[in-house]
């Protein structure tokens, strides 16, 4: 049984729209990351979550992009306002306090 | 800052040779090493890692994996390859602690022939 669940596994936006990509940990974890990897590239680190607040972010992770936890549950990455260069893999990632994070099996989006 | 490099984007072997997939990292602190496996259309799974313990890392599927200091090397190896082990490799460091931020190398494809 996965660490991590990801919703939708696929999604399809117009270009201007907002998405909402969704985590769902199985159990208790304390930190949270996003990454994406752009079809043929690398995987990059977008964020990392802890305490309820953003603890780390790269450049790529500009206004556009949020995170945050409305539940205490779910972990939520939201694009405002997606461009077509957003389209790409973007896997959500768990940890605790060991040194493995668990990654999801990832939400294609593609942006037309 | 961190870094890894995967050197050779595509490997190709024979199914029954050894396999082997070099990662070289830069870290200014002592590194925590990872190889990820990616099968096509599905997401990152755990290989090994290396957390400051022993050198030699063994990991699922019959890999495993030796941390050179000296050679800031990584290299992940199988003795015989299967054609269920064609997938994409990844290499990743990270400086460890509670913060376990993930740099990637960018890949390398195995291709196992029959």
């Known amino acids: 049984e996965p660490e991590v669940t990801q919703t939708p596994s696929h999604q399809v936006t117009q270009m201007g729209q907002e998405v909402i990509l969704r985590c769902v940990p199985i159990s208790n974890h304390l930190y949270f990351y996003w990454y994406r990897q752009i079809l043929g590239q690398k995987v990059e680190f977008l964020v990392s979550?802890?305490?309820?607040?953003?603890?780390?972010k790269s450049e790529i992770f500009d206004d556009q992009f949020s995170v945050e936890r409305p539940d205490g549950s779910n972990f939520t990455l939201k694009i405002r306002s997606t461009k077509l260069e957003d389209s790409a893999m973007y896997f959500c990632?768990?940890?605790?306090?060991?040194?493995?994070?668990?990654f999801g099996q990832g939400t294609r989006l593609t942006v037309v | 800052a961190q870094s890894v490099t995967q050197l050779g984007s595509h490997v190709s072997v024979s199914e029954g040779a050894l396999v082997l997939l070099r990662c070289n990292y830069s870290?200014?602190?002592?590194?925590?090493l990872f190889w990820y496996v990616q099968y096509p259309n599905q997401g990152l799974q755990l290989l090994l890692k290396y957390t400051s313990a022993a050198t030699l890392v063994k990991g699922i599927n019959g890999f495993e994996a030796e941390f050179k200091k000296s050679e800031t090397s990584f290299h992940l190896t199988k003795p015989s390859a299967h054609m269920s082990d064609a997938a994409e490799y990844f290499c990743a460091v990270t400086r460890g602690g509670s913060n376990y931020k993930l740099t990637f190398g960018k890949g390398t494809l195995l291709t196992v022939n029959p």
């Open positions: 979550f802890y305490n309820n607040e953003i603890s780390e």
């Open positions: 870290s200014s602190v002592p590194p925590y």
């Open positions: 990632a768990i940890s605790d306090r060991s040194t493995e994070a668990f």
